[in-house]
């Protein structure tokens, strides 16, 4: 068999490191010449394999490439965009197969979470029964820590770090001022339906009396009353409160505490407001004076303190994508396997697609402190490897030196296509 | 003249190296012990003093006190309280100097913005008009940047370093998702009446075609139908607009985009929610997809990313401030000089409490791009020295070792004081 190209993707929110994970596919598969030509990445995901805008990798430098661990957002650019079904008949999925074709594309990697590893599944079914057999390996990725039957996601690392530090930093602030000033302190944190990142800012402190005091999860159903109770009490014991909360709390009848009404391409709810939200409970019911934050995106672009151990994976698993490849696997995502909790040990290992397509992994009641408001020990132990180390980017005038590709895409060779 | 004791307090809104000016006053105290017996600090600032809750920072050891330089928030507890005047009528002032004579205190340093310029101002007075002699030195801090006479003031640094990293970071997750997902981001930054920490997010990229694409200041008057007009260009221009706006903005009527009605202690609005108020602007009139993040405490409590020139001179301000106490000197705050652009050079010096107290110093139109929606060359002149250097604090499992003090009180001498 003569090399084939591989086309490598992202897919839906970008990580502070998802470019870690390009950079190990690409320098991977430049080590195998004879099975890999060249990686074309997908300009904006699978949107660029569907348009032909795709990317000519072998034009960047070597020191180009390497700059990929240092980059946050997504190099190559990446959507929300979900392919319809596996019918070989489908416009998109024909498109696909030809675009593959033109370009003599023989491996797909795809970056993403669980919708990417569906799309990814959806990919590989339809390179078969449209006799153009492609390797297809779902390399995973998400803030979210979500996806299951891997340890963790890469980028989940890198958040729960930022969130950690950051709610150890302003809890130290309230606290310093709160004689006077703020009481009750609300940080808002991604996690739609999993509170992973939530969780995590119980790693700041240790112990009910240290903040944060209350974490709210989408595990959880938000009782306003208890939540109004558990804010009082905190602050009358402590002078202060500070409180941790998934953009993702439903209440009891299931609506979002905060519904802004649109919808992403994916058909989930695009969320937000839950800070104000709940700030305005704490202003209503017992007057006191509050502030919050809302981390959105600067959450998961944190790269400038992105930790270690996350980045060391996030390139890993682009690199055991493209091992797994040459080595003849198909149809499988690349995973995390925890051999040790203290010191961490993990390697990659790889698994069936379909046991991971469209599952999300929620946080276990164990992970949580009994009264739902916190983290247990057993979620602490779970969690402190992921965030260990400190992966600094170079700096150049006081910023952080965050060099972009060229991106220069190769010549389209099949008529225009509209999605 | 006997060694007298120092009284040291923190005041107003604390920083991410707050801690490094009481470093710097308290080491610098030990040096001349035939002038200065011991360094009391207030408990929540001033309140502390009126209510003869005084630290004792004689227990904490060597190793304690240089831990200061890298711990954010209050250390000793920080208030936002204003002394009503300088009438030596006045109950809270005559109990200002009973505690100062029940504990022989012959120094005054306050640390805080503008007002409390203000504040150790009066006391100076007071102390003079009921014939105890206290040597007063004001000690600048504030993130707000607004303290007139001082190149810069410490603890904005950080923040800048923060706010522009941020921008930076976000601005490429934006970029990269823009094609099919949010299109406008919007940050909300600190900022009442002074658009100093806007204007370091003009750090992030160079020319208007590079994000942020849209500084809002307070020093602006909001119009809408521009704002709006300039979203909807640079969106058509570049794909995605990002948006940084000061939490002070105002329309043309003066009002506050947003005014949640309540006020702090100060008598100041407490303002938050100009981004959401931002996003639903954009929703409305251009119905974008839209995203939004809001620092608050976050940026200035942000010590894992503190600005190296920004703690050596908070540490250097309170050094300063102890010299010239024992040098003389009262009625005055120690000041930043600026000596050279590039590379920054700066000393300390001290200048007349009168000139500084109460005033704002704002953004001048100069350090704006000409249309007022971003920054100048000459405003990167000024700014890009002050966020130089990347002071990280030492990790400990994955988190900054933050240490705090012991805090124990002296014993009180007084009868209790309600204020």
Redesign the interface.
Same mark, same amino acid.
């Given at each position: 068999m003569s090399a084939k190209n591989a086309i490598y993707a992202?897919s839906g929110?970008?990580t502070?490191v998802i470019n870690a994970t390009a950079c190990g596919v690409i320098q991977t598969a430049r080590k195998f010449p004879e099975k890999i030509n060249n990686v074309l990445a997908g300009k904006?995901g699978i949107?660029g394999v569907l348009q032909e805008e795709l990317l000519d990798t072998s034009l960047e430098s070597d020191q180009a490439i390497e700059g990929l661990k240092s980059?946050? !957002?997504?190099?190559?650019?990446?959507?929300?965009?979900k392919l319809k079904s596996a019918d070989p008949s489908d416009p998109d999925n024909r498109r696909l197969i030809d675009v593959f074709k033109a370009h003599d594309v023989g491996y797909f990697f795809y970056n993403g979470g669980g919708d990417s590893q569906d799309t990814i599944n959806k990919v590989s079914k339809l390179s078969q029964a449209l006799n153009f057999p492609v390797q297809c390996i779902g390399v995973p990725k998400t803030v979210d820590n979500d996806i299951v039957g891997t340890d963790t996601c890469p980028g989940f690392g890198s958040v729960a770090?930022y969130v950690?530090?950051?709610t150890?930093?302003?809890?130290?602030?309230?606290?310093?001022?709160a004689?006077?000033?703020?009481k009750v302190?609300i940080?808002e944190v991604m996690g739609r339906h999993a509170g992973w990142i939530a969780l995590a800012a119980g790693?700041?402190g240790s112990g009910p009396d240290e903040p944060p005091h209350l974490i709210l999860f989408p595990e959880n159903t938000f009782e306003e009353d208890d939540f109004v109770e558990q804010v009082d009490l905190t602050v009358k014991r402590m002078g202060y409160c500070v409180i941790v909360a998934s953009e993702g709390i439903k209440d009891a009848q299931g609506t979002y505490l905060s519904e802004s009404g649109?919808k992403?391409?994916f058909g989930h709810a695009?969320l937000?407001?839950v800070?104000?939200r709940l700030a305005n409970i704490v202003d209503q019911r017992l007057g006191l004076?509050y502030?919050?934050?809302?981390?959105?995106?600067?959450q998961?672009?944190?790269?400038?303190?992105a *930790?270690s151990v996350d980045l060391e994976q996030a390139y890993s698993v682009g690199a055991a994508a493209v091992q797994a490849a040459v080595n003849g696997e198909t149809d499988v995502m690349v995973s995390i396997k925890r051999l040790k909790d203290d010191p961490y040990e993990w390697e990659t290992s790889t698994m069936d697609l379909q046991q991971v397509a469209n599952k999300e992994g929620k946080v276990p009641k164990s992970y949580m402190r009994e009264d739902g408001y916190g983290i247990s020990e057993e979620g602490r132990r779970y969690l402190?490897p992921l965030?260990?180390?400190?992966a600094?980017p170079k700096?150049e *005038? !006081?910023?952080?030196r965050?060099q972009?590709l060229q991106n220069r895409p190769l010549t389209q060779k099949l008529p225009v296509y509209e999605v």
């Open positions: 992202q929110g970008v502070a904006n949107l980059l946050p !957002g997504g190099a190559f650019g990446s959507c929300r965009y770090k950690a530090i950051s150890r930093e302003a809890a130290l602030d309230v606290q310093s001022m004689e006077t000033s703020t302190f940080l790693l700041a649109r992403d391409a695009q937000g407001g800070a104000p004076k502030h919050y934050a809302v981390a959105d995106y600067l998961r672009s944190a790269r400038h303190i *930790a402190t965030i260990l180390g400190e600094y700096y *005038a !006081g910023l952080p965050y972009q």
